[in-house]
């Protein structure tokens, strides 16, 4: 069983950071695996932020290139989201999810690549 839990969320003010946690199961860094942060505002659709596959490469979206930073703790199986001069845009329930080895993979960006997901968390950025 794959579980996957993010804290860390909060209101901030534009121009400020917040670093966003996602707690793993062990399974989710086997080799094959990868692990990617969302995101979804009201009514827009969920929108890939970053990835990072199991050799620790990392992709991100054009929106939040040179701002956000995904990394990796693994010895704690924790995922992180750093963020960094946050803009209003980004506020977002902010989601971490899991693909599993031998699932296909339709591009790091699509949510029907990804089989697992945790609850989320709300980051709101105000001007």
């Known amino acids: 069983q794959v579980q996957l839990v993010e804290s860390g969320g909060g209101s901030v003010q534009a121009g400020g950071s917040l670093r966003l946690s996602c707690a793993t199961s062990s399974s989710a860094r086997s080799r094959g695996w990868f692990l990617g942060w969302f995101r979804e505002a009201p009514g827009k659709e969920r929108e890939a932020v970053a990835v990072?596959?199991?050799?620790?490469?990392?992709t991100y979206a054009d929106s939040v290139k040179g701002r956000f930073t995904i990394s990796q703790d693994n010895s704690k199986n924790t995922l992180y989201l750093q963020m960094n001069s946050l803009k209003p845009e980004d506020t977002a329930m902010y989601y971490c999810?899991?693909?599993?080895?031998?699932?296909?993979?339709?591009?790091?960006?699509?949510?029907?690549?990804?089989?697992?997901w945790g609850q989320g968390t709300q980051v709101a950025v105000s001007s």
């Open positions: 990072i596959f199991d050799d620790s490469r990392t």
């Open positions: 999810a899991a693909h599993s080895a031998g699932s296909i993979s339709y591009g790091w960006d699509k949510t029907s690549t990804y089989r697992y």
